[in-house]
């Protein structure tokens, strides 16, 4: 079945780091938009990066271009999300999303908590 599991999350002070990763299974990763999506309390869930197969395509929210970098593993499955400079308004639950090139799929992870605060 498909999983999608992310990792990485937690507490940390303003300006710091924090790298999540996203371990995909079931179904063809490498043929598949990955992209992380955040969601903080009260909010819209907001979509902050895209990467498409093959690493040539990525884009990024207004909020966090020159801070956070998309990356992907096709050997591995797996998609991460270096994110710099965190800052209070980072604060949110962090989810990986996986869009097939072929077919009607849509997978979502549990989510990982990110906290950025002193």
């Known amino acids: 079945q498909v999983q999608l599991v992310e990792s990485g999350g937690g507490l940390v002070q303003p300006g710091g780091s924090l790298k999540l990763s996203c371990a995909a299974s079931g179904f063809t990763f490498s043929r598949s938009f990955m992209r992380w999506y955040r969601q903080a309390p009260g909010k819209e869930r907001e979509q902050v990066a895209t990467i498409n197969s093959a690493s040539n395509y990525v884009r990024y929210a207004d909020s966090v271009k020159g801070r956070f970098t998309i990356s992907r593993d096709n050997a591995k499955a797996t998609v991460y999300l270096q994110m710099n400079g965190l800052k209070p308004d980072d604060t949110a639950m962090y989810y990986c999303?996986?869009?097939?090139?072929?077919?009607?799929?849509?997978?979502w992870g549990q989510g990982t908590q990110v906290t950025v605060s002193s």
């Open positions: 999303n996986a869009v097939p090139l072929e077919g009607s799929g849509d997978y």
